[in-house]
């Protein structure tokens, strides 16, 4: 355990500095959570931003939902996709300008951390769906925010021998020899600031162990897991941790996976990894 640990909360306040939901995005969240509001209201606020309006339509219309008509109108997709997708959507796209900065301490180019926190997000999600569909959109959320913690490490990793660590052992293993947490402990505290649901920083701090967090709780962590795991086969934001990630022998007994499970991944996440990219160039 190394000496001089960090507290948490100081750390957060000193190195990550994350902006605030844009106020777009609180108004949108404030309205899918007032049961007297509708569709449309949302869509009208929705509409205010023009690049969270744009990436909504790219991905209805994205090989994920595989639309036999395209949709046009943020009316449409809201419609469609219905308060707790749009949801899920509008918190991607408020935190894509920070993701997609360059994470150098750990070896990833500008939009590496977006394109594979957006895979983690559906993938968790596309998992969660087979077994237990009431709780799909919170998998999303959680693969969403699961390397957030990446954020305010990057700064630390820079002035430390991290890589030099990682070359015989796991990330957060590193981590945790040079701070004293790693960066999904970090993560499940950014969680916790934003207000979101404490059983999702539950998750996002347990997600490279899912074993240890609590029964209820585990399809969920280990639905990120997994997806965490396949982004790395796929190669989508591979760092200079990319070949030492240790996958929980317990994953394909609590996800029910089998022989057409890594296709399905594939066919359906890709297509939504694309868009993101496409969104951001």
């Excluded at 994350?18 to 209201?41: G, T, W």
């Excluded at 869509?43 to 023009?50: C, F, G, Y």
Aim: glycine letters at 6%; one cysteine or more.
């Amino acid at each position: 355990m190394p000496e001089n640990i960090i507290p948490i909360d100081k750390l957060l306040d000193q190195v990550g500095n994350l902006p605030p939901m844009p106020r777009v995005v609180e108004k949108a969240l404030q309205i899918i959570q007032d049961p007297n509001s509708n569709m449309k209201d949302l869509a009208n606020v929705i509409k205010l931003d023009q690049a969270m309006t744009s990436l909504i339509l790219r991905w209805v219309n994205s090989g994920y939902y595989s639309l036999r008509n395209k949709m046009v109108t943020i009316e449409q997709a809201v419609a469609y996709l219905g308060q707790r997708t749009v949801q899920n959507l509008v918190l991607s796209a408020s935190v894509a300008s920070f993701m997609n900065r360059p994470i150098p301490g750990y070896g990833l180019e500008k939009g590496d951390l977006w394109k594979r926190s957006i895979g983690m997000a559906a993938g968790a999600r596309l998992i969660m769906k087979e077994i237990a569909p009431d709780k799909a959109e919170d998998a999303y959320y959680a693969g969403l925010f699961c390397d957030i913690g990446k954020l305010v490490f990057d700064v630390l990793i820079q002035s430390s021998d991290l890589t030099t660590n990682v070359q015989e052992k796991s990330f957060d293993e590193a981590e945790n020899e040079l701070f004293g947490y790693d960066h999904a402990v970090i993560g499940a505290a950014i969680v916790r600031r934003w207000n979101l649901p404490g059983h999702l920083a539950r998750v996002v701090e347990c997600h490279h162990i899912p074993s240890h967090v609590e029964e209820p709780l585990r399809p969920l962590a280990y639905s990120v897991h997994a997806a965490d795991a396949v982004m790395m086969m796929f190669g989508i934001g591979m760092g200079v941790d990319a070949m030492q990630y240790n996958l929980d022998p317990m994953t394909v007994e609590v996800l029910h996976w089998n022989d057409n499970s890594l296709e399905t991944f594939y066919e359906k996440v890709m297509p939504l990894i694309q868009e993101a990219d496409s969104f951001l160039q």
